[in-house]
């Protein structure tokens, strides 16, 4: 090879680290050796190995969500089916990951060959075929397209935030081609300058003659960074702005105009009031899904909504192909403002941090759990929660300035978090990552506590002991045994996993104990870990009222 040549696996990881992908999550297979090998002797690459290929994808998620893009290895057949149901999260919640299955040689599938890890019928496109599902583009490699290929569907997957697959053979990966010229040109979504125009003239029209407007912003902001722009019209504009769970931190909560988090019904009343009887909503990002709107309780008049979103805006029941960050700089450029006593703008954080907590000798209940964990975090934490006791009793807790909220409302994996979670350390291990995570998820996904240690990482883990399935109980079966699981010595197991002195366990079962695990763990230079004790049935307020809301929607 010379320096106008490199090979096809070479091609690939020169374009990832192009895109910024510092590390690759994966396991390793026969049929995908030779190119972890190509990894291995990549600078600025790093090769993150897992304990199974669900997790791995599940931390190539986080890892997408704090870098902006990422990238897993498998291979094929049981490896890539074991990742797609993380793959699919990342689709459902628009996250640029790139999938990467090592698969048999070209000469094997040509021949049809009955060979290990396929459904022994000589078909090897079954796969592919179920990956079309959950990905925006796909490509099997050649020596001809492989470098047209890689750059397509990179730049797919860059445009459009939703993973990709790369069926790569294993003959293939060392097969020289040309090497890339120039670096890869990544598209964002542009308008079309008429219908920009026609849109901005309308939309501004509305909000200039709006009594009582509001923004109501969530997750598309966040995967196309758009958050400053957003806060520039923010700033601009003079409105109240709230967002929706998935988004929760699109803007700083500190923010004097942000008023607090939307959830159709089971909103806190002034939100409701706020966002529902609002004459203008100017709605960024959106998506209404179940979980986010209170079982889709959200009461929002179409007729007064001025949708935003990456690539078109929508006003008046007629769409435009206007990209969401063209118009957040035009109405920037042109909003009247409003002051905040004009608009009643009651700030969350105002309303939410008034109240020193002072922790008793009483057991830990999920109601004060909360205002005494929102107590213990800082500026720029990096915040993961599971689905289920976790995400409900934080998406109404206070954030600090800076800081980044993580959660699978959409998708809803449980177990996802503690896999997330060494992604989103490793993107940037100079934050403070911490997760809170239940004893059922847990124990889905636990071997990743191993991962996270073996790379010396020191997030904080708590974790809620409540006995079992409290999400599910809360929907329905509160007493069957389906929703039971083993009980397990939680706060031994990092002492089990850990052959370096890296951890520090504690269990807490009162509010004064917490206190002092918490304490602990601000000076500790090493993994904590908190097993936090609750009652099985003590659920935060807001998980109880959806509870009710899906058990309806089930129609069990």
């Not at 998620?61 to 897993?72: E, F, K, M, S, T």
């Not at 196309?224 to 003079?238: E, I, P, R, T, W």
């Not at 702005?241 to 008023?259: A, N, R, W, Y």
């Not at 998406?395 to 979670?421: C, D, H, N, R």
Request: net charge negative; glycine share 6%; charged share 25%.
């Amino acid at each position: 090879m010379n320096s106008t040549t490199c090979t096809v696996g070479d091609y690939l990881l020169l374009r990832l680290k192009e895109m910024g992908v510092k590390h690759i999550f994966g396991v390793p297979g026969d049929f995908n050796l030779g190119f972890l090998d190509q990894i291995e002797a990549t600078d600025h690459i790093e090769w993150i190995g897992n304990c199974n290929e669900l997790n791995a994808a599940y931390a190539a998620d986080g890892y997408a969500r704090i870098n902006g893009i990422a990238a897993l290895v498998t291979t094929f057949g049981v490896g890539e089916l074991s990742a797609i149901n993380g793959i699919a999260g990342s689709y459902a919640e628009q996250l640029p990951v790139v999938k990467i299955t090592g698969s048999p040689a070209t000469s094997v599938v040509k021949s049809g060959a009955y060979v290990h890890h396929t459904l022994g019928d000589g078909d090897f496109t079954h796969f592919t075929n179920m990956f079309k599902e959950v990905t925006v583009a796909q490509t099997t490699l050649t020596r001809e397209n492989a470098a047209e290929e890689i750059d397509r569907v990179l730049q797919e997957c860059w445009l459009y935030k939703r993973p990709v697959y790369i069926n790569l053979p294993s003959d293939i990966s060392y097969k020289e081609i040309e090497a890339p010229k120039t670096p890869l040109a990544l598209r964002n979504f542009k308008s079309e300058t008429e219908e920009l125009n026609k849109f901005i003239d309308l939309a501004l029209n509305k909000i200039n003659e709006a009594k009582i407007p509001v923004i109501l912003a969530d997750y598309e902001v966040n995967r196309y960074d758009m958050n400053d722009k957003l806060q520039a019209f923010v700033n601009q504009s003079g409105f109240p702005i709230s967002s929706l769970s998935m988004g929760k931190g699109v803007i700083d909560e500190t923010h004097p105009q942000f008023i607090g988090i939307y959830t159709g019904a089971l909103s806190d009343p002034y939100v409701r009031s706020r966002v529902e009887e609002a004459d203008c909503i100017i709605s960024i990002g959106v998506k209404l899904t179940d979980s986010l709107t209170g079982g889709f309780s959200h009461q929002l008049d179409e007729h007064k909504i001025i949708e935003l979103h990456p690539s078109w805006a929508k006003l008046n029941e007629t769409f435009y192909a206007a990209a969401m960050g063209d118009v957040l700089d035009r109405l920037t450029a042109n909003v009247r403002r409003r002051d905040k006593e004009t608009l009643n703008v009651q700030s969350f954080y105002d309303r939410e941090t008034n109240n020193t907590f002072i922790p008793t000798d009483e057991p830990l209940c999920q109601e004060r759990f909360w205002k005494q964990f929102s107590c213990f975090l800082n500026k720029e934490d990096v915040l993961l929660v599971e689905q289920g006791t976790a995400f409900f009793g934080a998406a109404t807790m206070p954030l600090p300035e800076k800081s980044t909220f993580v959660g699978q409302p959409l998708w809803g994996s449980i177990g996802y978090t503690l896999p997330s979670l060494l992604g989103t350390q490793i993107a940037n291990p100079d934050r403070r990552n911490i997760l809170v995570i239940g004893d059922g998820s847990f124990q889905l996904t636990v071997q990743e506590l191993s991962t996270i240690l073996k790379n010396g990482l020191k997030p904080i883990i708590i974790l809620i002991n409540n006995d079992g399935y409290s999400v599910e109980r809360a929907i329905h079966g509160p007493n069957e045994k389906y929703n039971d699981i083993n009980r397990w010595k939680y706060s031994k197991l990092p002492e089990v996993l850990d052959m370096n002195d890296n951890s520090l366990s504690m269990c807490a079962t009162t509010e004064k104990e917490l206190a002092d695990a918490f304490h602990r763990a601000e000076t500790a230079d090493k993994l904590v870990f908190i097993e936090v004790v609750m009652e099985r049935m003590d659920v935060p307020e807001l998980l109880r009222s959806l509870g009710e809301i899906f058990a309806k929607q089930n129609a069990y």
